[in-house]
């Protein structure tokens, strides 16, 4: 363990109320209090130099697993069934494996919500976290004036685990948008013991290179980078496996970990994708059409993936950068 990390995880929300408030007093002295919106992007851009990292006492509760007697909460078939599927549907849970499913199914509990409700408050304590199962539910933070709309929630995404992750007040507002919600509820221990060990290992492996991740730098949340790495994946491929076929539609996007993928257009190579960060498959995912190319492993190499599913919410905001990038990769070739 990098004990850099382990200094610089807890508590990163704190820190960055901390830093909110200096902003904020500073901004009302200035005489340009003109805009909200320069004011957000300025607290943006110091959270961003925040790492998201993982405390030490996270790592203590992986010890109690042993013992754990998870909360179970009697339900039809067809309630676990929908559970599961909502699960499948969003990311937070995509670590977990078939035992760990049936835990985290057992524990959750069904809450139903009416139109402008709060279900989270910003600044309160927060013990559980919420699957939609359906209905929508808009989320707001307050910088400091106000609050500001920052996304709508659709069955099969989840939120409320910062306050879990990171043992901090909520980070931001839910309430309900439409007439009316149906949530699961996940309590903490089941969530500290089962979910939380799964996130942290992926939000550790992905997050230097998401940090770094050049076609990102327009996402200026880094709540947004902190949660596309539940939405990543690795697989290896051997010299010579075609990763993707010319006439088809990609099921992912894949990202260059390592090793070097020749891009072939009637059975000729055109060129090679090698660099880390370097990423094929958004072709038939961004446009929706077949993609021209086929990919090859020149190699043994290691990719990096995210599931087509998870693309609406994690890329779709730069789609109109994947758009230009897909131009200026391929228009030549086309
Ligand atoms: P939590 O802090 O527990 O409660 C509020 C939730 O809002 C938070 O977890 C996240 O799940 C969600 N959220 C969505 N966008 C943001 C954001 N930009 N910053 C913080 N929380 C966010």
Redesign the pocket.
Known sequence: MNPQKIRNGPNF?QQVNKKKHVDCALSSNSQSSDDEVDEIVAIKKDVQKQRFSVSAEAYGQFNKKENFKAKYIPKSKEQSERIKQRMQEGFMFSALNDKEIEIVVGAMEEKIFHKAEYI?K?GEE?NV?YVVDSGELD?F?NYGKGDIF??TYYPGE?????????Q???????KVKSDKAILWQLDRETFNLIVKEASIKKRQQFETFLENWDLLKEIK????KL?MSDALFDKQFKKGDIILQSGSKSNEIFIIESGRVSVLKNNQKIFELCKLGEYFGDQSIVTNQIETFTYVAEEDIKLMYIPKKSYSSTLKEIQSTLMNNIQIKYGKYL
């Open positions: 929300l989270i910003q927060g976290l989320c933070k920052l996304k989840s939120f409320g685990e910062l306050a879990l992750l990171f901090s007040p909520r980070a931001a507002s839910i949340d880094p709540y947004d949660k």
